[in-house]
């Protein structure tokens, strides 16, 4: 039951983390939204339409509580569903080599990195239409941005794993024996 509640628990947690405790101890143009990355990592993990559905809830709850409507509930389902898409391998739990899970970590982190920053520019010409300024700085920020939500990720990655889908990462399934006569 507690597996099953874990995604939004998370969510949640990371709501109030972003809405609550984050802005009180830093507030500068280098935070992130601790949600975006928990949405990344459930439809990392748990595919595309619970990337869709849990980013829904994020992004709304986050647009809700700051006050700015359907932008970040557009920007967090996007990146829900198109993560979950292109890096959900339910297979992902049998054992494979240290070469190739390098590979897939490599991987999955250039796929939220570039996630992540299409997400951030698409924000940035929204503002450029309200403000009508361009500076150079506006693109590090957006580049540091999407490396501290990439690292996070990375990183986080291991503890999501045993929190959504449990710690049977080293077990291989049991192959089943056709039975020929009785």
């Keep these: 039951m507690l597996r ?5 628990l998370m969510i949640l947690v990371t709501v109030i ?35 869709l ?5 994020g992004g709304l709850l986050i647009d809700i509580t700051s006050g700015t409507l359907g932008v970040m509930t557009f920007f967090f389902m996007a990146v829900g569903f198109m993560i979950g898409l292109i890096l959900y391998n339910p297979g992902e739990h049998l054992r494979t080599g240290r070469r190739v899970a390098r590979k897939k970590r490599v991987q999955r982190g250039v796929w939220v990195f570039v996630l992540y920053t ?5 924000l940035f010409v929204m503002q450029y239409f309200n403000t009508a300024e361009i500076r150079a700085v506006y693109f590090l920020n957006i580049s540091v941005r999407a490396l501290i939500v990439t690292a996070l990720t990375i990183l986080l990655r291991p503890l999501a794993y045993s929190i959504l889908l449990g710690n049977n990462r080293g077990r291989v399934p049991a192959r089943h024996r056709e039975v020929k006569s009785f």
């Design 4 to 8: 099953r509640l874990a995604p939004a």
């Design 17 to 51: 983390l972003d809405t609550t405790v984050l802005p009180i101890v830093y507030s500068g143009v280098y935070a992130i939204p601790l949600t975006v990355v928990a949405v990344f990592l459930i439809g990392m993990l748990m595919g595309r339409m619970r990337g």
């Design 53 to 57: 559905l849990y980013g829904t809830i």
């Design 118 to 122: 299409l997400g951030e520019i698409t």
